[in-house]
């Protein structure tokens, strides 16, 4: 399960990855107290049409906007709208942007302001469990690897991984296989991962439970206690020994 990529292949989804990489870090520079959310995804939009590529989430089974921004207990998918950044704000971003066919997505999560110890830590952990993932990625292994890696780093903090959602593979389209967990699931498929895989790891970590519930707005998922939540993502390439990013 997954497809391998041939050189061409990973040639445009390079290309892809760079463009989602630099839209993600623009778009972050800008998360300061007072920039409304909407604001955010008119730039995202404007670079994204910039660099030649579109939007992979607009229009993806419905989804309304350009980018997903999603703050404090939000964990993935929200929209944004008119609410503005606020010192004390999580604001976590996910890009994904559609090149010559090829998807590239990312995530991150930054703290504006933020002086509650705990949340530092939690964005740490969440850091470090992606890397902890990535590194993991290797030819030979296995997609239960990388969840175990993500998971053992993220509970070693004491903080919870979100099950309900997962990574994926990636490609031509947004959510190919395999998927990903950042846990180990007792009954997920044994599948080795082979040189060429394409893959996006993303773990999502709370502060509290690991519970989720998505509001009426049929996307927006929040955590289920309100506790804050921390979304971070790279599309990679598994090699023969560390994997490539492609979203830096």
């Not at 995202?44 to 404090?72: H, M, T, W």
């Not at 490609?171 to 044994?190: C, I, L, T």
Request: aromatic share 4%; proline share 4%; net charge negative.
């Amino acid at each position: 399960m997954g497809v391998i990529r041939t050189a061409k292949d990973l040639e445009g989804m390079r290309r892809s990855g760079r463009i989602a990489a630099r839209v993600r870090d623009a778009v972050l520079s800008a998360c300061v107290p007072g920039v409304a959310l909407r604001d955010l995804e008119q730039l995202a939009d404007e670079l994204i049409r910039r660099e030649g590529a579109e939007s992979a989430f607009k229009g993806y089974q419905g989804y309304p906007a350009v980018i997903c921004l999603s703050l404090n207990d939000e964990v993935v998918h929200g929209i944004p709208d008119g609410r503005r950044i606020q010192p004390g704000d999580v604001v976590s971003l996910d890009v994904g942007v559609r090149y010559e066919g090829w998807v590239g997505d990312c995530a991150w999560t930054v703290l504006v302001g933020v002086a509650d110890p705990e949340v530092r830590r939690l964005a740490a952990a969440g850091e470090e469990a992606l890397r902890a993932g990535i590194a993991a990625a290797r030819e030979g292994r296995f997609v239960s690897d990388i969840s175990h890696a993500i998971q053992t780093v993220v509970e070693r903090h004491g903080f919870s991984v979100v099950r309900q959602f997962v990574g994926h593979g990636i490609g031509r389209r947004m959510h190919e296989e395999p998927q990903v967990p950042n846990f180990v699931a007792s009954d997920a498929p044994r599948i080795r991962l082979k040189a060429g895989m394409a893959l996006a790891i993303e773990p999502m970590v709370n502060l509290g439970t690991h519970e989720v519930r998505v509001e009426p707005d049929g996307w927006t998922v929040r955590t289920a206690d309100g506790k804050p939540s921390v979304h971070f993502e790279h599309t990679l390439v598994v090699g023969e020994g560390e994997a490539e990013v492609l979203t830096i």
